[in-house]
């Protein structure tokens, strides 16, 4: 395959594989193991957090030992508590404890003696998984219950009240978790990061779920804490497995809980998947000589140098910073000799050394000989020639720039440490840096923790950097993803703060003009302002603008307006602001699609008083006034009032009725005039009244 992290071929080789002989196949599960060592689980138990591998581990070890007797029972019990240990806290795990449950009450016993600790076992088994938040946690309650009550029902009243609590928080924060877990695609193959949608939605969703297990919400002793952490970690890693802030994120987790091993087995083994990334190799070297391990810290830095030949510039510009932290001036110097020589030694090797020399050692000569010796190689590079300028132009003292404590400054002060401090000090400076931005919000720092983007910082000098442009652009879209997740977060904390308003000033109040309030008059009338001849109008803040660019005075305005719009332009109140651009907002009313307006039957609605009683207007909930053409009368019936209304509107003006029984008289009074002549309208009239009441008799 030209692309081995291809996963839709690799499944049509594996698939292939699967109908070869054994001898054939081999080849190609070594193949696809060498480019997915997650998904093969043959040679990486320990690796693979998945209950699935882990359930088929237990199989294999039941059946290896069914036939053995108590020996194999007692393996078969090891090989359970080992899983248990490792992946008991999953979520799915749930059907791991009930199959452990089933296997210990099968345990054959032969005394009481035998049979009092079986049943402490499974005690204690149960009493672990009600508390884990799983799919089958409260079928393992129910089944907790019945165990205690089969036991003894006095002994079982005080236990499950004591443990009642307890699996009350397990049952909330599985509820949380699930709504998490449902969002990670369990199915995924770890492949380097391509910077598609679905991947870095699944790189979200982990971080959100590691969030999660990282803040403890069941208030588990920090000891089970950490061990679903870790597991939350292991699990992420066999999906993430190429991501190197993911490795950072899990390392820095140990070292702030204090595990300092773990953290270097976690780099180590991360430099193994990633045997390439800058990146991870100088997070090491930090943590190595953040503990005082400088030769561990010395051997990853030669590595990064090799033979020196093929170094970047930057692997010799932080190798003389290192050497000048940790062995002293005349370490860094004497390497400084040796890597100038090389032919691919750039300006900024020698910028970097002279900014040594000069903020560190306090040696300006030194410096300036530097800056010389470099002139006759780096004329032709301006920006060279600019550093050296500034070096001329640059005064130092340092306790000036120390002494800025500012939250403007703190990104300066901490490239103020990367040059003249220790590591312990751009640690401390860098921390600071985030407590006092956190505070103020103005970085939009992370929920989730230390951000790789800091070693980029610390470790890039100038325009090099420890990473290719393809891992800044991934770093900046995962740092982006964060900071929509907070806002998020925080829209949804102000949207719950609203029903706790009274308890929560906001810090910013605006208060109001005074100097613009009116005085309110009682004896002002109330209509003054619908008149359209007022004379007191308040002037408006902003002209006018037409589209033309020529303005109009309020008073032209309101000549043009009809009386009702004039009042309610003179009731609104003067705004300071820009004026709109009248022409532009009326084109894009005009271009924009407006769904249609569904018409439909109006509806009946009060009528409207007419002094006159020449046209009744009836009011409707469209807004259209409707015109009737009949009156009410006292004294009058309705059936006469109908009647005449027949006579007086013609056929095709009257509605088409709904009811059955109109319907019936509207069919006769067509067949009666049809046979009849007009002066038999009345018959007709009342033979209408006799048929139609027979017509509902008959109905």
Known sequence: MSDKYNVEASEILANQAQRLPITDAAPIYEQLLSAFPTAVFGRCLLDNCQIALWCCYIRLIRKLNDKKGAEGQ??????????????????????VWIEYITFLKSLPATDPQEESQRMASIRKVYQKAIVTPTHQVEQLWKDYENFENSVSRALAKGLVSEYQPKFNSAKAVYRERKKLVDGIDWNMLAVPPTGSDKEEQQCMAWKRFLAFEKGNPQRIDSEASKNRVILSYEQCLMYLYYYPDTWYDYATWHADNGSMHLAVKVYQKALKVLPDSELLKYAYTELEESRGEIQPAKKIYESLLGDGVNASALAHIQFIRFLRRTEGIEAARKYFVDAHKYPNCTYHVFVAYAMVAFCQDKDPKLAHNVFEAGMKRFMHEPEYILEYADFLCRLNDDKIVRALKSVEVWKRYAQFEQTYGNLASILKVEQRRKEALSRTGEDGSSAFGSSLHDVVSRYSFMGLRPCSSKDLDYLARQDLLVKNINKKAEKSVLSNGVNNAKTSTSAKISYPDTSRMIIYDSRQKQDAALLPNSTELPA??????GGAGTTKSLDEILGILSPALAGFVRNLPSVDGPAPDVDIVLSILLQSNLPPVQTG??????????????????????????KLTKQIHPGVKRKDMDRQQNDETPVQSQPVPTDLFKIRQMKKARGATSSQTGSASGSSGSSFSGESSQAVSSN
């Open 74 to 95: 007692e393996e078969t019990k090891n090989a359970f508590e080992f899983m248990l240990n490792y992946v008991g806290s999953d979520i799915a795990s749930g059907t």
């Open 540 to 545: 408006p803040a902003a002209p006018l603008a």
């Open 601 to 626: 039957k109006l509806a009946p609605g009060p009528i409207m008083n007419d002094p006159s009683g020449a046209n009744k207007l009836r009011a409707n909930p469209g807004g259209v006034p409707v």
